[in-house]
C-alpha cells in the first residue's frame, strides 16, 4: 500500500502562486508516477500535470501549461505542484495519486491511478 497526503492549498488572489506538495509513505518502491487532477464544484475529475518517478518524464494539461509545474524528489519522496498565476477557474479540491502502472508518458485518466490522497483545498478570489 501507499499512502498520500497532500499539503499547501489555501486561498490566494487571482495571480498568485501556491506550491502544492505531496508526501508518499509505505511501499513507495511501487511507484511509477504521480499526478495531480483537480474536482471543481459540480464537475468532474480533471487531469492537471503528471510525472514519472524514475525518468522525471513529465505531462501537463493544456490549461497548465506555461503556468503550472510539477516535480518531485526522489529522496523525499515527494512531489510539487508549483502553481504561477492562479486564476479563479482554478480553484478546485486538488488531489495527488500515484499509480504502480508503467505507462510513459503518464496516464492522464484517474482510472489509471491506483492510489489517492484526501485531496487539498485551493480557491482563488478575483
Known amino acids: 500500500q501507499v499512502q498520500l497526503v497532500e499539503s499547501g492549498g489555501g486561498l490566494v488572489q487571482a495571480g498568485g502562486s501556491l506550491r502544492l506538495s505531496c508526501a508518499a509513505s509505505?511501499?513507495?518502491?511501487?511507484?511509477?508516477?504521480m499526478g495531480w487532477f483537480r474536482r471543481a464544484p459540480g464537475q468532474e475529475r480533471e487531469f492537471v500535470a503528471a510525472?514519472?518517478?524514475?525518468?522525471?518524464?513529465?505531462l501537463s494539461a493544456d490549461s497548465a501549461k506555461g503556468r503550472f509545474t510539477i516535480s518531485r524528489d526522489n529522496a523525499k519522496n515527494t512531489v510539487y505542484l508549483q502553481m504561477n498565476s492562479l486564476r479563479p477557474e482554478d480553484t478546485a479540491v486538488y488531489y495527488c495519486?500515484?499509480?504502480?502502472?508503467?505507462?510513459?508518458?503518464?496516464?492522464?485518466?484517474?482510472?489509471?491511478?491506483?492510489?489517492w490522497g484526501q485531496g487539498t483545498q485551493v480557491t482563488v478570489s478575483s
Open positions: 495519486a500515484a499509480t504502480i502502472q508503467r505507462t510513459v508518458p503518464p496516464g492522464t485518466v484517474p482510472s489509471v491511478y491506483d492510489y
Open positions: 509505505g511501499r513507495t518502491a511501487s511507484i511509477y508516477s
Open positions: 510525472i514519472t518517478w524514475n525518468l522525471g518524464i513529465k
